[in-house]
């Protein structure tokens, strides 16, 4: 009861902070719409789905997406009226990549990883309250267990990977964090808030995350985050398997397999 009333107060201000008048308003509100198109964006959103999604007024989402389409940073299909990421976007990604592409600095990570376990592997990114999964490799165990595809969006805590990245922020963050995403979370495997909390906690305790994949049975998945230079969590790697494979032993094996190859991706990310 405690966390959920600590929950709703963060909630709470969450909201009210939205709502008050501020210079670089439109431009968070702009932020947040494509973050929304960009987690549904195979099969895009209508109006009325962006408008429930971002807590923005009707009326509102509509004179800003019509906006950010006359800048081709969003697009809408003219028989599914469905609004998309537009050409924009991918231009921006193309020419911020060589910066902040992260994939061609842990794919060797990646490679190494599925060939020792024989399962698959994930490298997850933060992005805002967002976890997003860039990169996946398979191991050569006969069962695949893949959990998420590349490019999916999912709130930050919502896979091992994900989780992994929240835990390893500070407490008063994750809080203000869960309290934002909190309404999201049911859809995916009906967790709540609370048990969250719960999950963060126990991966504090055993220093790294365990996690029953709650939207697919009988897979569990082991994950630990890559830190940058100012010692923030940036991303994470984690490996998910069958159950019946990760028995108490083979987690802690996993666990030190996946710090060994984060350990040489920070430094690589240090140089």
């Keep these: 009861m405690k966390d959920e009333a600590r929950i709703?107060?963060?909630a709470t201000g969450a909201q009210r902070a939205a709502r008050?008048?501020?210079g670089t308003q439109s431009i968070q509100r702009a932020a947040r719409l494509l973050r929304e198109l960009a987690a549904r964006n195979r099969q895009g959103m209508r109006l009325i789905d962006v408008a429930h999604s971002s807590g923005l007024q009707r009326p509102t989402v509509h004179r800003?997406?019509?906006c950010l389409a006359a800048e081709s940073l969003v697009s809408q299909d003219p028989q599914s009226r469905r609004y998309f990421l537009g050409p924009l976007v991918f231009e921006l990604g193309i020419t911020a990549g060589p910066r902040f592409?992260?994939?061609?600095?842990c794919g060797d990570a990646l490679d190494r990883l599925a060939a020792e376990t024989g399962d698959t592997v994930f490298l997850t990114i933060r992005?805002?309250?967002d976890s997003l999964c860039v990169d996946r490799r398979e191991g050569a165990f006969p069962i695949k267990t893949f959990t998420v595809d590349i490019g999916v969006r999912r709130p930050l805590g919502v896979g091992a990977g994900s989780l992994a990245i929240l835990t390893a922020l500070h407490e008063d963050e994750i809080e203000d964090i869960v309290a934002r995403i909190a309404s999201r979370l049911p859809a995916f495997g009906r967790l709540t808030a609370p048990e969250l909390l719960a999950l963060v906690k126990r991966a504090r305790k055993v220093g790294y995350v365990l996690n029953d994949v709650r939207t697919l049975s009988g897979v569990t998945a082991i994950g630990v985050p890559i830190f940058d230079t100012n010692a923030r969590p940036v991303a994470a790697i984690s490996v998910s398997a069958i159950t019946a494979r990760m028995t108490a032993?083979?987690?802690r094996e996993l666990a030190e397999l996946i710090r060994r190859e984060v350990r040489a991706i920070e430094k690589r990310l240090a140089r």
């Design 101 to 105: 592409n992260i994939r061609d600095l």
């Design 64 to 66: 800003m997406l019509k």
């Design 20 to 22: 008050s008048p501020s």
């Design 8 to 10: 709703a107060q963060r």
């Design 249 to 251: 032993a083979r987690q």
């Design 127 to 129: 992005s805002g309250d």
